[in-house]
Antibody, heavy 119, light 110 residues
Framework: QLQLQESGPGLVKPSETLSLTCTVS??????????WDWIRQPPGKGLEWIGT???????YYNPSLKSRVTISVDTSKNQFSLKLSSVTAADMAVYYC???????????WGQGTLVPVSS | QTVVTQEPSFSVSPGGTVTLTCGLS?????????PSWYQQTPGQAPRTLIY???IRSSGVPDRFSGSILGNKAALTITGAQADDESDYHC??????????FGGGTKLTVL
């Protein structure tokens, strides 16, 4: 049974870098069939795709966030990570990690973690 | 910038049928966009209902179905139940590894 668990600091200050890690269990992050995603949801709003990484390190980013986003993978720890720089209040959201299969919109979701942005 | 459109809200009577749509600000949705639908209740992570236009995710009741209607993707709920009252999100694949979510539809069953 695949499980995805987000972890990271509970609070980020404006202008600082948000860092989150997703730990994968019940499946290998080195699977050639799967891609690993970060998706966020501001309070009361819709979902926003942030980006995707493949185990090889290939990345795909939302053009509107690309200049501030870095997604990386650590196959030895079965984890992948998100860094979002220069955060503002608009970046406050529940951040989800997820997995999808190549050529499929079947996302498997983590439970999500709320990241407040406040000084 | 591509915008994926969804009805902000919709209501259906218990036992009734409702069709939610997912469109593009410019152009038509096709199966190559891999339209997929997610259900979300307050405080919970989204749950995949339908992916790749019309494939029902494991455990999803067959009263949920997906299709392409005209130039949009559609999610139809037949025989709506009280616990179908949720937010429904769609996503479209835009190619080159990029995905775009719609703004979500809040469905009320009353």
């Amino acid at each position: 049974q695949l499980q995805l668990q987000e972890s990271g600091p509970g609070l980020v200050k404006p202008s600082e870098t948000l860092s989150l890690t997703c730990t994968v269990s019940g499946g290998s992050i080195s699977s050639s069939s799967h891609y690993w995603d970060w998706i966020r949801q501001p309070p009361g709003k819709g979902l926003e795709w942030i980006g995707t990484i493949y185990y090889s390190g290939s990345t795909y980013y939302n053009p509107s966030l690309k200049s501030r986003v870095t997604i990386s993978v650590d196959t030895s720890k079965n984890q992948f990570s998100l860094k979002l720089s220069s955060v503002t209040a608009a970046d406050m959201a529940v951040y989800y990690c997820a997995r999808h299969t190549q050529d499929s919109g079947n996302f498997n979701w983590g439970q999500g973690t709320l990241v407040p942005v406040s000084s | 910038q591509t915008v994926v459109t969804q009805e902000p809200s919709f209501s259906v009577s218990p036992g009734g049928t409702v069709t939610l749509t997912c469109g593009l600000s410019s152009g038509s949705v096709s199966i190559s966009n891999l339209p997929s639908w997610y259900q979300q209740t307050p405080g919970q992570a989204p749950r995949t209902l339908i992916y790749n236009t019309n494939i029902r995710s494991s455990g999803v009741p067959d009263r949920f179905s997906g299709s392409i209607l005209g130039n949009k993707a559609a999610l139809t709920i037949t025989g709506a139940q009280a616990d179908d009252e949720s937010d429904y999100h769609c996503v479209l694949y835009m190619g080159s590894g990029l995905w775009v979510f719609g703004g979500g539809t809040k469905l009320t069953v009353l």
